[in-house]
């Protein structure tokens, strides 16, 4: 599976933006998708995840109700919608994908589990 995640920007507080994750390669459907995100000087974190067919999801507790991830098989593409944006949410923003079996345990918030990285685009947010 190759990722290519894009839709970051420069936007002020209070603004939207929706980030796009295009996936190429077959079984997208049976990979998780987590969005993760890495501010400077602090380590990546896990912002929110989509499970691969359960209807699962996942949000850090900075983003809940503000957030929304979403995935559209079909079109091998996962969504990130973020409104009310803050300055803290500053980051650069990767997704990523993981093969979900039975067995693979949720959430799936841990980055070494994840075999399969798009370049990040950048979200700045500017106060």
């Known amino acids: 599976v190759q990722l290519q995640a894009s839709g970051g920007g420069l936007v002020q507080t209070g603004d939207s933006l929706r980030l796009s994750c295009d996936a190429s390669g077959s079984d997208f459907n049976y990979y998780a998708i987590g969005w993760f995100r890495q501010a400077p000087g602090k380590e990546r974190e896990a912002v929110s995840v989509i499970s691969s067919s359960y209807g699962r999801t996942y949000y850090t507790e900075a983003v809940k109700g503000r957030f929304t991830i979403a995935r559209d098989n079909a079109g091998k593409t996962s969504y990130l919608q973020m409104n009310s944006l803050k300055p803290e949410d500053t980051a650069v923003y990767y997704c990523?994908?993981?093969?979900?079996?039975?067995?693979?345990?949720?959430?799936?918030?841990?980055?070494?589990?994840?075999?399969?990285w798009g370049q990040g685009t950048q979200v700045t947010v500017s106060s």
């Open positions: 990523a994908a993981q093969f979900e079996g039975a067995s693979t345990g949720w959430p799936l918030v841990d980055s070494k589990r994840y075999n399969y």
